[in-house]
């Protein structure tokens, strides 16, 4: 009779959700994005992805098979997603071989070296990128303007970012009026007609594949939403201040990679809070870091840096903000 009594550690209601099926409903929400940065980058879009990606893969491949001597885990699709968001935050034109560099620190150094995934403490995608951009800052900075499907891979012409010309011009005395001449309308950069990285072009793009996120019930609005709405709000005040000075919300959100960022890489389970109190003062954070560097930092762009800031405060915001557990007694008074 005891043997028909199993005791196990919980979890013992388990979904139907596996990491597997995540990790490809993510990459079918980038899939927009994707053509788009095809449709208007070219070739080098394609050579870009497809080196990140391979080189992703490849990677954890190596080292679970010869270092760690582990089952194989890239069937799990998480190398796909890095790879696939370490291109989106790349330039068209970057040479192979800081790709390759790129994924090897996403991989080997941001992700595998904690225990793979599961264990990272930061994105690995933004980790890659972060480094690369400290380490070949001419390369990450070069931009190309969008020329359509003929758009060689070397031979593209590049050009600054809405945020660069603002930034720069700003440091240089010139009014938002004068600058806001020589970059593109909201239309424009909403429809991707703008110089940037590959993400960062795509916004229309980018919403389609959050509403397939939300539909699917990949991720919830709450970081999304939350860095959204701090942004709008944070540059709404500076620019009611001095119209001069700083830009408008809406600026904010369709330049840079704000939408990539708070929709695709913030939302990484691993790296974000559990419960929906701690996800919105997680994106919070996001949010006011981002427009702190933009308007007063280094960068023109902020988003990879405030992402893994607050990446560090995410085991402090699960340990402190819990939800009620289910039979919990509530003292009154």
Known sequence: MSNLLKVSLSPHIHGKETTQKLMFGVVIAL???????????????LIVTATSVASCILFEYLIV????????????????????????????????????????????????????LGNNPFNPALVGRVFMLISFPVQMTSWPVPAGLNTGYTDAVTGATPLAIVKEGLKNGESLSQLMT???????????????????????????????????????????????????????????????????????????????????????????????????????GIGMLTVIIRVWGAYPEGVSFAILIMNAFVPLLNTYIKPKRFGEEVKNG
Do not use: R
Request: proline fraction near 6%; hydrophobic fraction near 55%.
């Open 31 to 45: 899939i927009p994005a994707l053509l788009t940065s095809i449709f208007f980058f070219g070739y080098g879009a």
């Open 65 to 116: 098979k010869f270092i760690i001597k582990k089952p194989l885990t890239i069937n799990d699709g998480s190398a796909l997603v890095t790879g696939l968001l370490l291109a989106f935050n790349l330039p068209s034109n970057i040479p192979v071989f800081i790709i390759v560099i790129g994924s090897f620190v996403s991989v080997a150094v941001a992700k595998m070296t904690f225990g793979g």
């Open 182 to 284: 020589q970059i593109p309308t909201p239309a424009q950069m909403f429809f991707g007609q703008m110089g940037g990285s590959m993400g960062e072009i795509a916004a229309m793009a980018l919403l389609l594949g959050f509403i397939w996120l939300l539909y699917k019930k990949i991720i919830t609005w709450h970081i999304p939403v939350s860095i959204l709405a701090t942004i709008v709000a944070f540059t709404g005040i500076l620019w009611l201040v001095n119209p001069e000075k700083y830009a408008d919300p809406l600026f904010h959100v369709l330049a840079g990679g704000i939408l990539l960022g708070a929709i695709y890489m913030a939302t990484d389970y691993v790296t974000s809070p559990m419960n929906p109190k701690a996800m919105l003062i997680y994106g919070c």
